[in-house]
């Protein structure tokens, strides 16, 4: 697949009661006075995802577009579509290009399909903490994942965090690496996730998420891994009879545009939205994970069996593992490589 993006005769649609962005043709646009942003002049971006709005995403974005609507004085509006209600899981990269939404947050296992780099975060116990998480995001390797970005005409703007992710399975207790043995488990399209399982001798099959409960309920997959957020309110623990609490990959999120459509907005518009999304990340991080440890809570009233990982039972799968970051060495540069090492490091007593 190409790393270009296909050529487009329109620009991602912004409502604008004067026809601010008008007379866009293939490629060119006139210009637009930044300086001169009247109170008739409204903005209307779409932003979709794909979870439960009771979800740290779901809440994120209800939040973000709370606070664009108060610091533009309802100037500008962020009309958010949780649960896949615009466009799908498989679809959105797609949209956004297409101009049907504006502003999309695919999670990072989500992105690497078309861009490998980004499986970094789906590495099998990379982050021994939160810390090291944030620091991954906003640092050097941050900033080497948003430039690969750029090759799609695509723009990275935050990242937002949901949690460390949980494994479950209809079929039986996963407590020691060879209980995988011979289950089909739903993963994102990550080629390090399906070499994730295929280490603990399983099979990964990729899964929309939007697809996920069906294809548990059906016995199209034995089990899947997930936050505790998403796996409450979207009810997979429901068609699940055995939850391991192993915290043993992190998921995040990044919150996408289109870097045409956010080149021509006018620069208050943007200044507005990269405040809210700034804002809205200090929030994220802080309440994620109260936000899980409150639906994991919730999830243990139900009929789950759930068990908590022992640190002899973490040693055990981490060296099971192993073979998952030779696959990974293989995929990205060295210096991105490195950045994993050090990562790692931070581990060794």
Known sequence: MSDQPKSRCRLPAVVLSFALLAAVGCGTQRAVDNEQWGSEEKTVIKFSHVVAENTPKGLAARRFADLVRVKSKGRIEVEVFPNGQLVGDDEEIQALLDGRVQLIAPSTGKLAELFPPWQIFDL????????????????PIGQTLFRTLQRRGLRGL??????????T???RPLVNPGDFAGQRFRV???????EQFKALGAAGVPVAFDQTFRALETGLVDGQENTPSNIYWKKFHEVQRYMTVSNHGYLGYTIITNALFWENLPEDVRLILTEALAETTTWVRVNAGRLNQQDLDRIKMGRIEIHIQTEEERA???????????????????????????LERKQEP
């Not at 935050?158 to 494994?167: H, L, S």
């Not at 060296?319 to 050090?342: I, K, T």
């Open 124 to 139: 099998p116990y990379a982050f021994p903490d939160q810390e090291s998480v944030v620091q991954a995001m906003e640092g």
């Open 158 to 167: 935050v990242m937002w965090d949901n949690g460390w992710k949980q494994m």
């Open 316 to 342: 055990a799968w981490k060296a099971a593992l192993r073979p998952v970051y030779d696959y990974f060495s293989r995929e990205v540069d060295s210096q991105l490589m490195h950045a994993v090492r050090e």
């Open 169 to 171: 399975s209809s079929r």
């Open 188 to 194: 994102q399209p990550s080629q390090v996730l399906i």
